[in-house]
């Protein structure tokens, strides 16, 4: 793994000394442990989780400036794309929010396994995290929800002036479309769409880049089963 990730952050132009690349390989090789157990990834060789996940997940650092920025990453899962990021920024803060609590507990372990004792692990629904309205600098979503829906879900965590950065497949155009109107009731403004291909392999990804513009009408988010039978379209 550590030669992958040391050839794909050079090829992303991203500076990682030799302890980030190990934390990052130690987290991989923690997590595809803890893959036998729990259902946490698809991905199981290591070579493929360096690239689809870690390398995946560093790309953000290329669209955006994460230095000392309180981060959110909503869904997180196994820590994708949050975990990564902060090994890459020491100085920013990551949350990262699952609504699965095993997943939380696991990704909290893994965290202390290689000495990220500073990531708060949340259990809980995005939507319903009223303590944390306009509290991120960042929030950060990879494979969770359309961006209509999405859009809610994270939006309302950003304070104004910050970013909403959604991790996508590079033929988003129309689900950004689609999602346009959420994000402007939201708050939001959508600013571009960044395609890059992944160091390694031939997959090209998405990032729909959105600035939070305005503070977020009171009455959103809704409850998730509002959310999913009327996504937010004009
Ligand atoms: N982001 C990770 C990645 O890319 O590897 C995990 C993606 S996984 C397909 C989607 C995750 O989103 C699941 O772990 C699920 O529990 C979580 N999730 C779905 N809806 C959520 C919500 N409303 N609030 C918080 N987490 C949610």
Known sequence: ?????????????????????????????????????????????PEAAARLHFLDSAALLTVADFAGKDVVDVGSGAGFPGVPLRILRPDM???????????????????????????????????????????????????VAELDMLAELCLPLVRPGGLFLAMKKPDCDDEAARGTFAVKALGGQVRQIR????????????????????????????????????????
């Not at 803890?34 to 199981?44: D, G, M, R, S, Y």
């Not at 990704?107 to 202390?112: A, D, P, T």
């Not at 997959?203 to 880049?209: K, R």
């Open 1 to 45: 793994m550590e030669d992958i990730l040391r050839q794909g952050l050079a090829e992303l132009g991203l500076a990682a000394g030799e302890e980030q690349i190990g934390a990052m390989a130690a987290y991989g090789r923690w997590m595809l442990a803890a893959n036998e157990t729990t259902n946490l990834t698809a991905i199981t060789e």
């Open 93 to 143: 803060r990551l949350t990262c929010l699952d609504s699965v609590g095993k997943k939380m507990d696991l990704v909290r372990e893994g965290c202390l396994a290689v000495g990220l004792g500073d990531v708060t692990c949340l259990w809980g629904r995005a939507e319903e995290m009223g303590q944390l309205r306009e509290r991120f600098d960042i929030a950060v979503s990879r494979a």
């Open 195 to 234: 395609r890059y291909t992944v160091p390694g392999t031939d997959t090209v990804h998405a990032v729909v880049v959105i600035e939070k513009v305005r503070t977020t009408p009171a009455q959103y988010p809704r409850r998730w089963a509002q959310i999913k039978k009327k996504p937010l379209r004009g």
